[in-house]
């Protein structure tokens, strides 16, 4: 690992305010790594980690008992609380969100008594999108997929794209225990000892009821897109290359677009990420331990830690990508689980049938988890 690293040319200092920084990956084997959203929707979100870039396979591992606020327009501190079900600090208040002009600042407290605080940053919104629209590459058997802003005026802008592929579930609960069937209350198995006699090793599937439960499988891509116009002459036409969709199967494809307004710094930190192959859809997974972000040792700006707490004004879009049209004769590309929602049809398991039971389990709702939601998704058409 520490030979990898040798060959990754040192980053200086993403803000140009501030020196030269180099982690000494000898004297510290563990840094510590935040990962922090304030956006103006309902999904802000902080996660802190300390990660061992000593480790010939490093993970990151997980910080739950750390003081963590956000200081909104320099005096009102709101609490972020640790949620275990998620592995983030959310908002006490889960009402919360980031208001448009409003500065935000990020203040850690860890149990050894450490204090760290992110720079100031004001939330903007970006400009939407006037369009989105795909085009079918023949070539590629991928469908290559766009954003069109209005012309650029006079302000140098930056955003970065990320995406969400959703799939209406047919499956609401799965099971790899015997004793899942058995919950009391009863739950998902209207039939009291139907499993009974089961003795375990097997999984199965609760079904969701067709036309009445509301859930959606979704994957988040390891994927996002970046943009600068910082380059355009004032009056050109932006032109966002956003994603591009595979020919895996003619069903549509529909994709949640999250645009993020970005300051200069934060452009130049995901830029930095790009540059080093780190095109992973987060800001924290994975990083090269050499690039700083925007949070400090409180008193020493210069001793900066891994990660980046970023306050973004954020469009939301759903869009339809309509894969009949591709030629009908098209050899069909094997599916990228990186990139789509993918699982194998569920497997319903027999049993010994009481009077009244069906073989298959019974329908379930909607039990949600980290790819599994109630939430309809924008524009979701039927």
Do not use: H
Not at 67 to 89: D, L, T, W
Not at 171 to 194: A, H, Q, R
Not at 338 to 363: F, H, M, Q, V
Request: aromatic share 14%; charged share 20%; with cysteine.
């Amino acid at each position: 690992m520490k030979n990898l690293f040798t060959l990754i040319l040192l980053i200086t200092g993403t803000c140009s305010c501030i020196s030269d920084y180099d982690f000494n990956l000898d004297d510290n084997p563990a840094f510590l790594l935040v990962d922090g959203q304030i956006y103006d929707q309902d999904s802000s979100a902080i996660r802190l980690y300390y990660t061992n870039q000593r480790s010939q396979d490093p993970t990151n591992i997980l910080i739950e008992d750390a003081k963590v606020q956000v200081i909104e327009n320099g005096n009102k501190r709101i609490n972020f609380v640790f949620n275990a079900n998620s592995e983030k600090y959310k908002p006490e208040n889960l009402t919360f969100k980031g208001c448009n002009s409003c500065t935000y600042q990020l203040s850690i407290v860890l149990s050894n008594g450490k204090e760290y605080i992110s720079t100031i940053d004001t939330l903007k919104s970006p400009d939407r999108y006037e369009q989105i629209v795909d085009t079918y590459n023949s070539s590629k058997r991928k469908f290559e997929v766009n954003g069109e802003l209005k012309p650029k005026n006079s302000a140098n802008l930056y955003y970065q794209t990320y995406f969400i592929n959703y799939q209406k579930a047919f499956t609401c609960f799965n099971s790899d225990k015997c004793s899942d069937y058995e919950i009391e209350p009863n739950v998902y198995l209207p039939c009291p000892g139907f499993l009974k006699s089961c003795k375990g090793g097997y999984s199965a599937a609760f079904p969701c009821e067709p036309g009445v439960t509301r859930c959606w499988n979704f994957k988040r891509q390891r994927y996002y897109s970046i943009f600068g116009d910082n380059i355009l002459a004032i009056g050109s036409r932006r032109i966002q290359k956003l994603l591009e969709i595979p020919m895996t199967g003619y069903d549509r494809y529909y994709v949640e677009v999250y645009q993020n307004y970005l300051t200069t710094d934060a452009y130049k930190y995901l830029k930095n990420l790009e540059e080093n192959g780190q095109r992973s859809g987060t800001l924290v997974d994975p990083i090269p331990p050499i690039i700083a972000g925007n949070v400090f040792l409180r008193g020493n700006e210069n001793e900066r830690i891994l990660g980046y707490f970023q306050v973004s004004g954020q469009q939301k879009y759903g869009y339809y990508v309509d894969r009949t049209k591709a030629p009908t004769n098209v050899s069909l590309l094997p599916v990228n689980p990186d990139l789509e929602y993918y699982s194998l049809a569920p497997t319903y398991y027999s049993a010994p049938r009481l009077p009244g039971c069906n073989i298959i389990p019974p329908y379930a709702q909607c039990a949600p988890n980290s790819f599994r939601t109630t939430v309809r998704p924008v524009d979701w058409m039927e």
